[in-house]
């Protein structure tokens, strides 16, 4: 049932009207209204300033075996508010020597320590626990990842966290139900197979969302009963460190996990080269992947996942209901600042419903609402950082560039922080560097398509492959659709749908292996075949 909620919330789009309806009574209801829409808020929004976050920041230092401590170096980085660009904190920067430490400390817990010769229902226990206290922290959490990355308040309370608890029961609840098989032979051997932890694990995660994949990481490694070392966004390092102190809390051993802040050219790379590290999880960009595991294969060839960039194709078919299409377009695209991995960033409309369809989606972009994510109602906070907020902007002079339509948005929304109006092109061809590249920001292509063959080879034509998104009423192309494109997860009249149990991952270069779902579990347990000769058996 939670995670039947969890789902249906994240695939609602954050309307003005909807997210009144949704979030009403909640936790957020003191964190202020008023928000208008994002033509007029700029200057009402600077004037009113940004809101103070009620929560400290007590964690900035590495967790390594059980305790936090400054890097080695002694080294540290801010951490920004991207809604004002100033700093919140200082991080300890971690390097290759605490990548060592780290290492060092998850090896001997593997080897040594409690965890892996735990039952596996007491590992679950430990999960269940550190569920509860997740749900306990709610808001302070929440408070955390929203001043850290921007995102809406509404958003992470309401349904990241919650989704992170019930990330760590589904977990908890595949702990004891790790098994092998007896397997029948020719000739008079008893054959069985075991299912190990594999050892050390090293993970890196991304920033935009830097809780959820954390649990994606953290929970199916530790219910096979691995340790874990794990390198956060050098943007977003705060939720981390704050959720591993309430996993010592519900009793996690010394060691089992480890928490380095610090860059990917330092730290990153000292993990996913670590010859102590048994296997390596990435997600971030398709071009950081690839140093990843050129990495891992020069070091000891450890074993790789990769959870990698997309351009998911959103196809709107012309027997839609438009009102509806447009909805769910807008919120495949703009959902969460267009920071998405798999967001519906090449929106395909068939030609009878394309002018229509434009009109509409140029209206809803201009409704969208804009400001601080700590007040209520807002649908959309700033990009990450500065990087990211010139990035996206070079993309949206490149589409101008290349002769697409600029239909709404375009530019800087306001006159501080890394805020971006929600952006439509029109007119867009595939040869456009907006339709072919990852923007990871709030700009929606519109291509127009004739017929289902014609835009199933254009789907696919790119050489990225997590997601689609399909909009029809026909059952037969719903079903052509599914099967023709060649992605790791179509949603039907949906989009991110996420259910804890449900698989993700990508097709192509968007990546190898599945986060979620009992498919993550292979990713964190070797296979040993054991094989007794039987003396006299009864039977074969």
Known sequence: MAARRISGLLSRSF?????????????????GRGISRYSTTAAATAAEGPIVPSVAVNYTQLLINGQFVDAASGKTFPTYDPR????????????????????SAARKAFDDGPWPKMTAYERARILLRFADLIEKHNDEIATLETWDNGKPYEQASKIEVPMVARLFRYYAGWADKIHGLVVPADGQHHVQTLHEPIGVAGQIIPWNFPLLMFAWKVGPALACGNTVVIKTAEQTPLTALYAAKLFHEAGLPEGVLNVISGFGPTAGAALASHMD?????????????????ELAARSNLKPVTLELGGKSPFIVCEDADIDQAVELAHFALFFNQGQCCCAGSRTYVHERVYDEFIEKAKARAVRRLVGDPFKGGVEQGPQVDSEQFEKILRYIRSGIESGAKLEAGGE????????IQPTVFSNVTEEMLIAKEEIFGPVQSILKFKDLNEVIHRANSSQ???AAGVFTQSIDTANIL???LRVGSVWINCFDIFDA??????????????????????????????V??????AWL
């Open 277 to 293: 590290v048994d296997k390596l999880a990435f997600t971030g960009s398709t071009e950081t992947g690839k140093v990843v595991l």
């Open 464 to 466: 990225y492959g997590l």
């Open 482 to 484: 599914t099967r023709a």
């Open 15 to 31: 309307t003005s009207a909807s997210a009144s309806a949704l979030f009403s009574g909640g936790r957020s209801s003191n964190l």
């Open 532 to 537: 007794t000769p039987l003396k006299n058996p």
């Open 412 to 419: 800087r929304f306001g006159t501080k922080g890394y805020y």
């Open 84 to 103: 004002t660009g100033e700093v919140i904190a200082h991080v300890a920067e971690g390097d290759v020597e605490d990548v060592n430490r780290a290492v």
């Open 501 to 530: 149990a449900i698989p993700f991952g990508g097709y192509k270069m968007s990546g190898h292996g599945r986060e979620k779902g009992i498919y993550s579990l292979s990713n964190y347990l070797q296979v040993k075949a054991v």
